[in-house]
């Protein structure tokens, strides 16, 4: 665990948009996310299955935000925002002026063969603020669990 800049629990949609535009480039916001599972289902089916996996396990969804990652392309992905079971989702910024960096969430794309690719954060639990409580710490560490049980039926 480290000691970001700045850390706070919220429910505003203005800091989930925020953290969907702006700040840091996405070259660099790739590098934090690792391809989790490939989904049989189209994006809007897994949006779904894996909501309902989440709500099993305490979680809602706050926002399911696109994000446009090639302009020229039209290439897109989602960002499903949880809440997590205590209320709220934790959101961190490394530094001043950086993006808001929304740690319970899970990312969805269109893959090029059929179906959706499931990304979630590399190391969130390594690299998540000090002071977690330990409910916050559990939905961080249960998120490939949840999208593992959405998957697999």
Not at 73 to 92: A, C, D, I, K, N
Request: charged share 20%; proline share 5%; aromatic share 6%.
């Amino acid at each position: 665990m480290k000691k970001p800049f700045r850390f706070w629990m919220t429910s505003g949609v203005a800091i989930m948009v925020a953290a969907v535009s702006g700040g840091r480039s996405f070259a660099s916001e790739d590098e934090r996310l690792t391809l989790t599972r490939i989904s049989r289902y189209g994006v809007s089916e897994t949006v779904q299955r894996i909501e309902a996996s989440a709500q099993r396990h305490g979680m809602h969804v706050l926002a399911c935000l696109p994000q446009k990652l090639n302009e020229v392309t039209g290439e897109s992905r989602y960002m499903l925002v949880f809440e997590s079971s205590q209320g709220g989702t934790p959101v961190m910024m490394e530094s001043e002026g950086a993006k808001p960096n929304l740690l319970l969430t899970v990312y969805l794309k269109q893959a090029a063969a059929g179906g959706t690719e499931v990304f979630l954060p590399r190391d969130v639990l390594r690299d998540a603020p000090e002071g977690l409580s330990d409910q916050l710490q559990s939905d961080l560490a249960g998120l490939p669990a949840v999208v593992d049980e959405a998957l697999s039926a």
